[in-house]
T-cell receptor, first 112, second 113 residues
């Protein structure tokens, strides 16, 4: 299994600002995923981040709003830009092991 | 388009009861199916993974079954405990151009002492 850590674990931010969330994995992985879980909802995939290439975004998510970096095989960042209260969610980083997917503890974001 | 549905949305049972959580999916062309547990405000813990060629998986008091032809999976929890209280998420794995998980909306379980 993979051990995934995220920073920060939670944050409260002002409207219009940006927050960068870090994801660190204890082993090298090809594919990393970023999910959003809005209050009371299930998980929605934001994008897939592969090392050495641009992230692939799902319908409804764009790079200008959620820029992603993937500098190496153990690390990725997701930035939530120009935040609004609607961005208040838990953001989760995830990786695929041997046909099994593992999740980080999540970053709980509240936008005022 | 794959859609994943979980029934019931919420369930409250007394401690010691055996229970079944249901998951259904619309497209039987799945790669695998995974059950997760999520505690309030926390990330996801993987419980069981069933490959598309398998019918069931067991771990302790948990048993998950898969019937691809009918588009259904069940998670059976034996002798439930208050510590089992959490939200249980079913996710279907697909392999198109890349691997992707599609989540159900979850079943919120409360086990009463």
């Amino acid at each position: 299994s993979a051990v995934i850590s995220q920073k920060p674990s939670r944050d409260i931010c002002q409207r219009g600002t940006s927050l960068t969330i870090q994801c660190q994995v204890d082993s090298q992985v090809t594919m990393m995923f970023w999910y959003r879980q809005q209050p009371g909802q299930s998980l929605t995939l934001i994008a897939t981040a592969n090392q050495g290439s641009e992230a692939t975004y799902e319908s409804g998510f764009v790079i200008d709003k959620f820029p992603i970096s993937r500098p190496n095989l153990t690390f990725s960042t997701l930035t939530v830009s120009n935040m609004s209260p609607e961005d208040s969610s838990i953001y989760l980083c995830s990786v695929v092991g041997i046909n099994e997917q593992f999740f980080g503890p999540g970053t709980r974001l509240t936008v005022l | 388009k794959q859609e994943v549905t979980q029934i019931p949305a919420a369930l409250s049972v007394p401690e010691g009861e055996n229970l079944v959580l249901n998951c259904s999916f619309t497209d039987s062309a799945i790669y695998n199916l995974q059950w997760f547990r999520q505690d309030p405000g926390k990330g996801l813990t993987s419980l069981l993974l069933i490959q598309s060629s398998q019918r069931e998986q067991t771990s302790g008091r948990l048993n998950a079954s898969l019937d691809k032809s009918s588009g259904r999976s069940t998670l059976y929890i034996a002798a439930s405990q208050p510590g089992d209280s959490a939200t249980y998420l079913c996710a279907v794995g697909r392999m198109d151009s890349s691997y992707k998980l599609i989540f159900g909306s979850g079943t919120r379980l409360l086990v009463r002492p």
